[in-house]
């Protein structure tokens, strides 16, 4: 479990530092600006499929959906927020008065705490916040509620697209990154250079194969809370599955699949934390490095024990 802790102690102190924040921002934009154009031209065809696809769901079931979608995302927004803002407002007190030992398990206790607080607002107010929405959608015409929902499909479509190629850039430009914090954190050990293709074809096989479960899972997209978690769970198993490769190819001489089923559970553990970068715009383009560096530090650390 320490080794856990330091590994992601570890990664949130790298994508804090100028050297990898350059590969995050700079890859990141231009992994955006990307898809926001391919999004730009394909746009009314992806209105249209959503729209098609609404057309099969009963309005009621659009409007009632639409609305728990739009309280859930707004409960999500708010737990991010409150815990942003503490560590923004009272994150050097923090650091001060928490050791480094037990910072990661702070963290998760705020992050805990953002959650049951609005929890405890949504249970108290949340038929209420679940009846203006629908209140909202109600008095809106049907075609201006499905062309809204269709909106949602059509974003949730180009966030997803963005995301899976930030797997893929991040496992491109992986050994360069690492091999730049091995010379600051673990000069005396040496990268392993000769993996590069054998990780980027790897990626490219999860992601087809995450768009395919993403396509079976799509009609959970209607079913509130349940889109979150089966979306949380595909990005995991994404980012587990594919990044787990990277840093091991990059530690490794070769990489053995049944040593590394023995980590599973710290791996997915350190997954689940990349991939709720993803429910916040602009972080998710710095989680892909972040997993990739947490990763790597934890098979560096117990490699050498």
């Given at each position: 479990m320490k080794e856990i802790f330091n590994a992601i102690i570890f990664g949130f102190k790298e994508i804090l530092t100028w050297n990898t924040m350059k590969y995050a921002l700079v890859l990141g934009l231009l992994v955006s600006a990307?898809?926001?154009v391919i999004g730009y031209f394909l746009w009314d065809t992806l209105i249209t499929i959503s729209s098609h696809v609404l057309d099969w769901v009963p309005f009621s079931m659009v409007r009632s959906n639409g609305a728990w979608m739009l309280s859930t995302f707004l409960w999500l927004q708010l737990v991010l927020l409150t815990f942003a803002l503490i560590f923004v407002f009272f994150g050097n007190v923090v650091l001060r008065h928490v050791s480094k030992e037990k910072y990661t398990m702070f963290s998760l206790w705020v992050a805990v705490g953002s959650a049951i607080f609005w929890g405890i607002v949504w249970f108290i107010k949340g038929d209420y916040i679940y009846?203006?929405?629908l209140q909202f959608l109600t008095v809106l015409p049907f075609q201006t509620v499905e062309k809204g929902i269709a909106f949602f499909i059509g974003f949730y479509l180009i966030y997803n697209a963005i995301v899976v190629t930030m797997v893929f850039v991040a496992s491109l430009f992986s050994e360069p990154l690492i091999v730049s914090v091995e010379k600051r954190h673990f000069e005396e050990d040496e990268v392993r250079r000769d993996h590069i293709w054998s990780s980027v074809a790897y990626t490219l096989k999860d992601s087809f194969i995450f768009l395919g479960l993403s396509l079976l899972a799509f009609p959970?997209?209607?079913i509130p809370v349940v889109n979150i978690l089966v979306q949380i769970a595909l990005w995991t198993w994404l980012i587990k599955d594919t990044m787990s490769y990277d840093a091991a190819a990059l530690v490794y001489e070769k990489v053995d699949k049944e040593k590394m089923k023995e980590h599973?559970?710290?791996?997915?553990?350190?997954?689940?934390?990349?991939?709720?970068?993803?429910?916040v715009p602009v972080l998710n383009i710095f989680g892909p490095f972040f997993g990739l560096i947490a990763l790597f530090h934890y098979l560096k650390s117990i490699e050498l024990q």
């Amino acid at each position: 479990m320490k080794e856990i802790f330091n590994a992601i102690i570890f990664g949130f102190k790298e994508i804090l530092t100028w050297n990898t924040m350059k590969y995050a921002l700079v890859l990141g934009l231009l992994v955006s600006a990307l898809w926001g154009v391919i999004g730009y031209f394909l746009w009314d065809t992806l209105i249209t499929i959503s729209s098609h696809v609404l057309d099969w769901v009963p309005f009621s079931m659009v409007r009632s959906n639409g609305a728990w979608m739009l309280s859930t995302f707004l409960w999500l927004q708010l737990v991010l927020l409150t815990f942003a803002l503490i560590f923004v407002f009272f994150g050097n007190v923090v650091l001060r008065h928490v050791s480094k030992e037990k910072y990661t398990m702070f963290s998760l206790w705020v992050a805990v705490g953002s959650a049951i607080f609005w929890g405890i607002v949504w249970f108290i107010k949340g038929d209420y916040i679940y009846r203006e929405f629908l209140q909202f959608l109600t008095v809106l015409p049907f075609q201006t509620v499905e062309k809204g929902i269709a909106f949602f499909i059509g974003f949730y479509l180009i966030y997803n697209a963005i995301v899976v190629t930030m797997v893929f850039v991040a496992s491109l430009f992986s050994e360069p990154l690492i091999v730049s914090v091995e010379k600051r954190h673990f000069e005396e050990d040496e990268v392993r250079r000769d993996h590069i293709w054998s990780s980027v074809a790897y990626t490219l096989k999860d992601s087809f194969i995450f768009l395919g479960l993403s396509l079976l899972a799509f009609p959970l997209l209607f079913i509130p809370v349940v889109n979150i978690l089966v979306q949380i769970a595909l990005w995991t198993w994404l980012i587990k599955d594919t990044m787990s490769y990277d840093a091991a190819a990059l530690v490794y001489e070769k990489v053995d699949k049944e040593k590394m089923k023995e980590h599973r559970l710290a791996i997915g553990f350190i997954s689940i934390i990349v991939a709720l970068f993803n429910l916040v715009p602009v972080l998710n383009i710095f989680g892909p490095f972040f997993g990739l560096i947490a990763l790597f530090h934890y098979l560096k650390s117990i490699e050498l024990q």
